[in-house]
C-alpha cells in the first residue's frame, strides 16, 4: 500500500502547480487527501487493535503519535521559518504583533501545535477590529489567514490529530456502532451539500465531522481484513460496502454534485483490505509508503525554492519531485528511524510487529491471529 501512499502524495504535490499539460492528476489534490483519510482510519485501527492488550495503551498510543507526526512536523517548519526568513509572511507577522493578542494566539498556538489549523480555515479577519469571526460562506481562505499556517498544508494533519484523539474511544466499540456513527457523518456532508458548500474546499474536507465517515470506512475496512477467521466474511463485506455504495449512486437525487468523488472514496474501502493484504510484506513497499509523509509536509518548500531557479514549468516539476523524495529519504533516515527505534524501545517489551505498532502483545484473541500473521514484518505508519 506505500506505492498508494507516495501516489497521493505526488498528486497533492501537483495540484500546487496548478494545471501544467500533460501533468493532470486522475484526481484533485483534495480528493487526495480524504483518501489518505480512509487509510489512515485502516491503519489506527490496525493499531489499536495491537495496543489494546498493552497496560497503558491509551497513553502509549498517544505518545506514538506525536512522535510520528511532530519531529518531521517540526523540521520543515523550521526550514520554511528559516527560508522565509520572517516566520511565514513579513506582511502576517507584522499584523499578527500589531493587532491583538488573540492573533497573536491564534498564530503560535495553531502552528506548533498544529491543532486548530483546520478551524482557521473558517475564519474571518477583521481588519479594523483585529478580531476574527466565524464565515459559514467562506469558500478558500482569506489571503492573510492563509498565510498564517507557515506549513500551508499542515491543516490536514489537524484533521488527523482531531480522529485520534478520539480513536481509542470508538474504534473499540462494535462494527455497528461505526456504521451509525459514519452514516451520521455522512448525513452531514449530504447537508451540507444540499446547502450549497460542497463547491467550498475548506467545507469540503476541512469539516471533521463530515470527515469521520471516511476514517471509520478505513477501520471497517481494516476489521474486514481481520475478520478472516470468522465465517462467511466475504458476505459481511459485500453487504457493508453495498449499503454505502447504494447511498453513494443516489447522491444526485439529493443534490450531492460531489458524488465521482464520494464513489472514489468507497471504491478505496473496498480494496484496501485486498491491496493491504498484497503489500503488507514487501520491505520495498514499506520503503515507498515511508516516503509519503515527508513527501508531503516538504513539497511547499522545495516548490518554493526551486522556483526561483527554474522557468520551464515542465522541468520544474520533475525536478521539485525529484528533490522532495531525495528530501524525504534523508528525512527517514536521519529522523524518523531513529526516533522510530526509540518509540520501539520506549513501548515495547513482547512483540512480533514492527514499524508504528511496537505495542506489547502478551495474549492474542483468536480472532486477531490472523491479523498478525498479515502484519507480522510489515511497518504500519498512517501518513497524515
Known amino acids: 500500500m506505500g506505492l498508494l501512499r507516495l501516489f497521493l502524495a505526488i498528486t497533492v504535490f501537483i495540484s500546487h502547480f496548478g494545471n501544467i499539460e500533460k501533468f493532470n492528476t486522475l484526481i484533485s489534490g483534495e480528493l487526495a487527501v480524504r483518501v489518505f483519510y480512509v487509510i489512515s482510519g485502516f491503519y489506527?485501527?490496525?493499531?489499536?487493535?495491537?495496543?489494546?492488550?498493552?497496560?497503558?495503551?491509551?497513553?502509549?498510543?498517544?505518545?506514538?503519535?506525536?512522535?510520528?507526526?511532530?519531529?518531521?512536523?517540526?523540521?520543515?517548519?523550521?526550514?520554511?521559518?528559516?527560508?522565509?526568513?520572517?516566520?511565514?509572511?513579513?506582511?502576517?507577522?507584522?499584523?499578527?504583533?500589531?493587532?491583538?493578542?488573540?492573533?497573536?494566539?491564534?498564530?503560535?498556538?495553531?502552528?506548533?501545535?498544529?491543532?486548530?489549523?483546520?478551524?482557521?480555515?473558517?475564519?474571518?479577519?477583521?481588519?479594523?477590529?483585529?478580531?476574527?469571526?466565524?464565515?459559514?460562506?467562506?469558500?478558500?481562505?482569506?489571503?492573510?489567514?492563509?498565510?498564517?499556517?507557515?506549513?500551508?498544508?499542515?491543516?490536514?494533519?489537524?484533521?488527523?490529530?482531531?480522529?485520534?484523539?478520539?480513536?481509542?474511544?470508538?474504534?473499540?466499540?462494535?462494527?455497528?456502532?461505526?456504521?451509525?456513527?459514519?452514516?451520521?457523518?455522512?448525513?452531514?456532508?449530504?447537508?451540507?451539500?444540499?446547502?450549497?458548500?460542497?463547491?467550498?474546499?475548506?467545507?469540503?474536507?476541512?469539516?471533521?465531522?463530515?470527515?469521520?465517515?471516511?476514517?471509520?470506512?478505513?477501520?471497517?475496512?481494516?476489521?474486514?481484513?481481520?475478520?478472516?477467521?470468522?465465517?462467511?466474511?466475504?458476505?459481511?463485506?459485500?453487504?457493508?460496502?453495498?449499503?454505502?455504495?447504494?447511498?453513494?449512486?443516489?447522491?444526485?437525487?439529493?443534490?450531492?454534485?460531489?458524488?465521482?468523488?464520494?464513489?472514489?472514496?468507497?471504491?478505496v474501502f473496498c480494496f484496501l483490505p485486498f491491496v493491504y493484504a498484497a503489500t503488507c510484506n514487501s520491505y520495498i513497499d514499506r520503503w515507498i509508503g515511508e516516503l509519503s509523509y515527508p513527501v508531503y509536509l516538504n513539497h511547499l518548500l522545495v516548490i518554493a525554492f526551486l522556483g526561483q531557479y527554474i522557468t520551464n514549468p515542465h522541468l520544474y516539476l520533475l525536478s521539485s519531485i525529484a528533490l522532495s523524495i531525495v528530501m524525504g529519504i534523508c528525512m527517514i533516515l536521519l529522523i524518523e528511524h531513529p526516533i522510530a527505534r526509540f518509540r520501539h524501545r520506549k513501548f515495547r517489551t513482547t512483540s512480533t510487529l514492527s514499524g508504528d505498532l511496537a505495542p506489547t502483545v502478551t495474549s492474542v484473541p483468536a480472532e486477531l491471529q490472523p491479523l498478525l500473521n498479515i502484519v507480522s514484518s510489515s511497518t504500519v505508519k498512517p501518513f497524515l
Open 44 to 267: 489506527i485501527q490496525l493499531i489499536i487493535s495491537q495496543y489494546e492488550h498493552q497496560k497503558h495503551w491509551k497513553r502509549n498510543f498517544y505518545l506514538s503519535r506525536i512522535f510520528r507526526l511532530f519531529p518531521t512536523y517540526y523540521l520543515i517548519l523550521i526550514l520554511t521559518m528559516i527560508w522565509s526568513g520572517t516566520s511565514c509572511n513579513r506582511y502576517c507577522i507584522n499584523m499578527v504583533i500589531n493587532d491583538s493578542l488573540s492573533s497573536l494566539a491564534i498564530y503560535y498556538v495553531t502552528n506548533f501545535f498544529i491543532v486548530g489549523q483546520s478551524i482557521v480555515r473558517f475564519l474571518t479577519y477583521h481588519y479594523n477590529t483585529g478580531s476574527f469571526s466565524f464565515d459559514p460562506n467562506i469558500t478558500r481562505p482569506s489571503y492573510w489567514l492563509s498565510n498564517m499556517e507557515i506549513v500551508g498544508q499542515a491543516w490536514s494533519l489537524a484533521i488527523e490529530l482531531y480522529f485520534y484523539c478520539m480513536a481509542p474511544f470508538i474504534l473499540k466499540r462494535r462494527s455497528s456502532t461505526l456504521i451509525i456513527i459514519a452514516l451520521c457523518s455522512f448525513a452531514i456532508k449530504i447537508f451540507l451539500a444540499m446547502h450549497g458548500y460542497d463547491n467550498s474546499n475548506t467545507w469540503y474536507n476541512a469539516f471533521f465531522p463530515a470527515e469521520i465517515h471516511t476514517f471509520l470506512l478505513g477501520a471497517l475496512a481494516a476489521r474486514i481484513a481481520m475478520d478472516s477467521s470468522r465465517l462467511n466474511p466475504l458476505k459481511k463485506y459485500l453487504a457493508v460496502s453495498g449499503i454505502f455504495y447504494f447511498i453513494a449512486w443516489n447522491y444526485k437525487q439529493i443534490a450531492f454534485i460531489a458524488e465521482p468523488d464520494e464513489l472514489l472514496i468507497l471504491s
